[in-house]
C-alpha cells in the first residue's frame, strides 16, 4: 500500500509540475496545444501501456512491467534535466502566501467546476461502460476491450485537437465540448440497444468528452497568476475529484431502476452542469480585457 500511495503521490506532483512546464515553453499562444500534446501522451499510455504492461506481464510475471518502468523513469529523467530549461536568473521564488492569494480568483474556481464536471460527467459513464454494452448492447465480453480502444484512441485525438482550438477560441472550445457530451450521453441512453451507433458514440464521447481537459488547465494556469503550479495542482484535484464522486453516483444508479443506462444518465446530468461555469467564464471576461478573444 505504501508504494502505491508513494506512486499516486509523485503521479500527481509530475502532473502539476508537467502542465506549467509545457505552458511555459511554448508561450501563451500555443499553451492549450502544449497541454493538449502532454495530455495525449498520456491517455496513449493507456491505450497501448496498459494492455502491453498486461501481456508482458503474463509472459515474465506481474514484476517485470514494474521493473520496466522503473528503468525507463532513469531515462527520462536524464532527458528531461538535458533539455527541459532552466529557471532564469530573473526567476523569483513565490512565497507560499503569494500563491494563496490565487485562491481568491473568482475566474480559477468557475474553472475548476468545470474540470471537475466535464471529467466526472464521462468517466462516470466510462467506469460502467461494460455493462452498459455487454448487457442492453448485447457485445460479446471479449469484444468490448476493442470499444475501449475505441474511446482511447478518441480521446488522444481531442487532446490534440482541442488544444489547437483552445489556443485560437478557449472559451467558445469549453462550451461547445459541453454540450456535444451531454448529447452525446443523451444518445448513449437512448441507442444504446444498437450495437453500431453505441460503438460510434463511445468513440465520440472520448474525442468531445476528454477534448476540453488542456483548455481548462491552461485556463486555471492563466487564472492563478502568480501561482501557476498552483492552479495546476488544483486541475489534477479537480478531475480525480469528479471522477470519484461521478463514479459513486454512476454505481448508485447502475443499481437503481435504469440499470445498465443508469450511469449514463447521471453522466449526461453532470456533464451538462460544465456548461454552468463555462457560460460564467466567458460572462465575467468583459471585465478582463486581456483575455483571449472567443
Known amino acids: 500500500m505504501a508504494g502505491v500511495g508513494g506512486t499516486a503521490l509523485a503521479t500527481g ?8 512546464v509545457a505552458a511555459r515553453i511554448a508561450g501563451p499562444a500555443a499553451s492549450s496545444r502544449a497541454l493538449g500534446v502532454v495530455g495525449s501522451g498520456a491517455m496513449l499510455a493507456n491505450v497501448v501501456g496498459v494492455p502491453l504492461g498486461a501481456f508482458a506481464g503474463q509472459l515474465v ?14 531515462a527520462c529523467i ?3 534535466a538535458r533539455h527541459v530549461p532552466h529557471d532564469g536568473p530573473d526567476r523569483r521564488a513565490v512565497s507560499i502566501r503569494s500563491e494563496l492569494t490565487a485562491l481568491r480568483s473568482g475566474r480559477l474556481w ?8 466535464t471529467t466526472g460527467g464521462v468517466l462516470s459513464t466510462y467506469s460502467y461502460i461494460s455493462p452498459l454494452l455487454t448487457d442492453r448492447t448485447g457485445l460479446p465480453s471479449s469484444l468490448v476491450p476493442l470499444v475501449l480502444v475505441g474511446f482511447g484512441v478518441g480521446a488522444v485525438a481531442g487532446f490534440l485537437v482541442g488544444g489547437r482550438l483552445g489556443d485560437v477560441r478557449p472559451y467558445a472550445t469549453t462550451i461547445m465540448a459541453a454540450a456535444v457530451t451531454t448529447v452525446l450521453l443523451l444518445a448513449i441512453c437512448l441507442l444504446s440497444g444498437f450495437t453500431v ?23 486555471a494556469v492563466r487564472f492563478a497568476g502568480r501561482a501557476p503550479t498552483l492552479g495546476s495542482a488544483l486541475t489534477v484535484s479537480a478531475f480525480n475529484l469528479g471522477t470519484a464522486a461521478g463514479s459513486w453516483c454512476a454505481g448508485l444508479a447502475l443499481d437503481s431502476c435504469l440499470g445498465a443506462t443508469g450511469p449514463a444518465v447521471v453522466g449526461a446530468s453532470i456533464a451538462a452542469l460544465t456548461l454552468i461555469p463555462t457560460t460564467a467564464i466567458v460572462l465575467t471576461r468583459r471585465r478582463h480585457s486581456t483575455s483571449p478573444a472567443v
Request: hydrophobic residues 70%; aromatic residues 12%.
Open 197 to 219: 451507433p453505441t460503438i460510434v458514440l463511445v468513440a465520440l464521447l472520448g474525442f468531445f468528452g476528454l477534448g476540453a481537459n488542456p483548455v481548462l488547465i491552461s485556463l
Open 61 to 74: 510475471g506481474w514484476r517485470g512491467p514494474f521493473w520496466a518502468l522503473a528503468a525507463l523513469a532513469a
Open 110 to 117: 468557475l474553472t475548476l467546476a468545470a474540470c471537475a464536471t
Open 13 to 20: 506532483a509530475f502532473w502539476a509540475v508537467a502542465n506549467v
Open 78 to 80: 536524464a532527458l528531461i
